[in-house]
Nanobody
Framework: VQLQASGGGLVQPGGSLRLSCAAS????????MGWYRQAPGKQRQMVVS???????HYADSVKGRFTISRDNAKNTVFLQMSSLKPEDAAVYYC???????????WGQGTLVTVSS
């Protein structure tokens, strides 16, 4: 499975941004996809995930502000981020959990900067 993330950039506090992650390869074996983020000096943390059945799980820090969605026809998941805060600034990584072994695959990071 290959993951191609895009959509990061600079946004002012309170603004919005949408990230995309396109999956290719053995996509039928994907159990779940999601987004993680890593700020400088901090551990990578889960932001949101969505299973193949459509169940979602959000980190408390982003509930009500971030929304994950997917376009099955394009094998793409989206992360709509609204009401962004400076503490949301990080490198965001797309993630896929694949197969019965539940192997983790990662896309390249995309940088989100929240600053005025």
């Amino acid at each position: 499975v290959q993951l191609q993330a895009s959509g990061g950039g600079l946004v002012q506090p309170g603004g919005s941004l949408r990230l995309s992650c396109a999956a290719s390869g053995s996509i039928l074996s994907i159990n779940a996809m999601g987004w993680y983020r890593q700020a400088p000096g901090k551990q990578r943390q889960m932001v949101v995930s969505i299973t193949s059945g459509g169940s979602t799980h959000y980190a408390d820090s982003v509930k009500g502000r971030f929304t994950i969605s997917r376009d099955n026809a394009k094998n793409t998941v989206f992360l709509q981020m609204s009401s962004l805060k400076p503490e949301d600034a990080a490198v965001y990584y797309c993630n896929a959990v694949v197969g019965v072994e539940r192997l983790a695959y990662w896309g390249q990071g995309t940088l989100v900067t929240v600053s005025s």
